[in-house]
């Protein structure tokens, strides 16, 4: 009895240091990554860093970075130059933080720092970007609709499909184009989320007005199906 013991007590010593091991490494890397950002935020925040030097912390941060980034980068994302690798660094972070900085961008800025931004809240899938992005759907840059009926898409919510729905007899061309592509996305969305009403509506308004006749049918079928199911 007493040597069993022993060997529970020793198997008991054993497990416990080994939990402390375990929990030390843990912390252990979480200081060095925690050191590894503060070492990248410093690239960025000085302003005669280099090019390549803040690319490459962009990078990293992609890896590594968490809402403390944020701040920093934010004001790389209206950069025509850095633009799409500051998006790439904090477009991953689950934070609310970066849906604010991606929304202030769509909110004020132009070209490719503007549809950079788009494409990513479409990406995060940020239901209070519907708005603004609906907005964006009759601007007169056609890259800009383009990105916008595709992240509304993406979003697949009620409101991003209503916004579709509403542009589709309003626009022509490449930007109509994605709006029907955004409209697919959205209804297939909805349906996924057991939505079948609603996805059933956006597969009729599309069977009555998508521009080509293949889309036309895909739409009509598809709402049928969900009609009857």
Do not use: H, W
């Not at 729905?165 to 061309?173: E, H, N």
């Amino acid at each position: 009895m007493k040597t069993q013991a022993a060997v529970l007590a020793g198997a008991a010593l054993l497990a416990a240091s080994s939990t402390a091991l375990a929990q030390k490494a843990s912390q252990s890397a979480g200081n060095r990554k925690r050191q590894g950002q503060d070492e990248l935020i410093e690239v960025l925040k000085k302003e005669d860093s280099p090019r390549k030097a803040r690319v490459d912390a962009l990078r990293v941060l992609a890896q590594v970075g968490d809402r403390a980034c944020v701040p920093v980068v934010a004001p790389l994302l209206r950069d025509e130059e850095l633009a799409d690798m500051a998006r790439y660094a904090v477009e991953p972070i689950p934070d609310p933080a970066v849906d604010e900085a991606l929304r202030a961008v769509v909110a004020e800025a132009q070209g490719r720092p503007l549809v950079g931004a788009i494409a990513s809240l479409g990406v995060r899938r940020d239901v209070k970007a519907v708005p603004a992005l609906a907005a964006k759907l009759a601007d007169a840059d056609a890259q800009v609709a383009v990105a916008a009926a595709k992240s509304l898409g993406c979003i697949g919510t009620a409101a991003a499909a209503q916004a579709l729905r509403d542009a589709l007899p309003k626009t022509t061309g490449v930007a109509q184009a994605a709006v029907v592509e955004g409209l697919f996305r959205a209804a297939e969305s909805l349906a996924a989320l057991g939505q079948r009403p609603a996805a059933a509506e956006v597969y009729e308004t599309l069977a009555k007005a998508a521009p080509l006749a293949c889309a036309k049918d895909v739409a009509a079928k598809r709402a049928e199906s969900l009609r009857k199911a």
